[in-house]
């Protein structure tokens, strides 16, 4: 049966076709929308990558994972709206089996994305990747990263702003969690509180050097990928 399961989920988000049976559902879907804007140096950028490689080889993430079911994962490098935006494919994660070839595809991403923080644009991205033909999901969640605010800034071909995202969002029923990075703007944690996470139990993880954020993503994968009613009794 779980090989069954594993077969059909892996049908449904890696082949394209639309399925609509209800034993083809993941648990989670989770789309991690990492910052590439210019105020993320190349080092830095490489060390989220590789920071984000390292949480789905780790013991504590795999055994979240496992007891989370069927997991659906991507990511997408966002920055500045009027580029586009960079997309992993869908990897599911059934039994721990899975989380090696995702951690693969994040460590050789090239970097594409630079130019203004369009946090709108990262979320829309990874709304696009949830609302896909034949996505189902008992659970969908994007775990944003980020230095900084969304730049206000007249832009005729600008994706999406952030305010619209966020709508998108909770018309879909979407849950949107955020870690910052406020080495520099130590106001942040609280600007992604009230701006930008989404939906029942959503949480900010502050990050105050970037030396932190690889034990921070561990901790926050590890929150949000647990059951709901646990995940709200979690203290960082």
């Known amino acids: 049966m779980r090989n069954t399961l594993a077969a059909a989920v892996s049908a449904l988000f890696l082949c394209a076709p639309a399925v609509s049976a209800p034993h083809s559902c993941v648990d989670v879907a989770l789309v991690l929308a990492v910052d590439g804007s210019g105020s993320v140096s190349d080092q830095e950028y490489a060390f989220q990558k590789s920071a984000i490689a390292a949480a789905f080889r780790d013991r504590g993430v795999l055994s979240a994972l496992n007891k989370a079911g069927a997991v659906a994962v991507s990511a997408v490098f966002w920055g500045d709206g009027e580029f586009a935006v960079q997309h992993l494919s869908w990897f599911v994660i059934f039994d721990g089996d899975?989380?090696?070839?995702?951690?693969?595809?994040?460590?050789?991403?090239?970097?594409?994305?630079?130019?203004?923080?369009?946090?709108?644009?990262?979320?829309?991205?990874?709304?696009?990747?949830?609302?896909?033909?034949?996505?189902?999901?008992?659970?969908?969640?994007?775990?944003?990263?980020?230095?900084?605010?969304?730049?206000?800034?007249?832009?005729?071909?600008?994706?999406?702003?952030?305010?619209?995202?966020?709508?998108?969002?909770?018309?879909?029923?979407?849950?949107?969690?955020?870690?910052?990075?406020?080495?520099?703007?130590?106001?942040?944690?609280?600007?992604?509180?009230?701006?930008?996470?989404?939906?029942?139990?959503?949480?900010?993880?502050?990050?105050?050097?970037?030396?932190?954020?690889?034990?921070?993503?561990?901790?926050?994968?590890?929150?949000?990928?647990?059951?709901?009613?646990?995940?709200?009794?979690?203290?960082?």
């Open 98 to 236: 899975g989380a090696e070839p995702f951690a693969r595809e994040v460590e050789g991403n090239q970097r594409l994305v630079f130019g203004n923080t369009d946090i709108g644009s990262g979320i829309w991205s990874a709304l696009d990747l949830l609302a896909g033909p034949g996505f189902c999901a008992g659970r969908s969640i994007v775990n944003i990263s980020g230095d900084g605010k969304e730049t206000v800034a007249p832009k005729q071909r600008q994706r999406a702003s952030l305010y619209a995202a966020r709508l998108r969002a909770r018309k879909m029923g979407v849950t949107i969690n955020a870690l910052a990075i406020s080495d520099e703007q130590k106001d942040l944690a609280s600007y992604y509180e009230k701006e930008v996470i989404l939906g029942a139990g959503a949480f900010v993880m502050d990050v105050r050097k970037d030396a932190d954020f690889a034990a921070a993503i561990r901790r926050k994968l590890i929150r949000e990928l647990s059951p709901q009613i646990v995940a709200r009794l979690a203290r960082d």
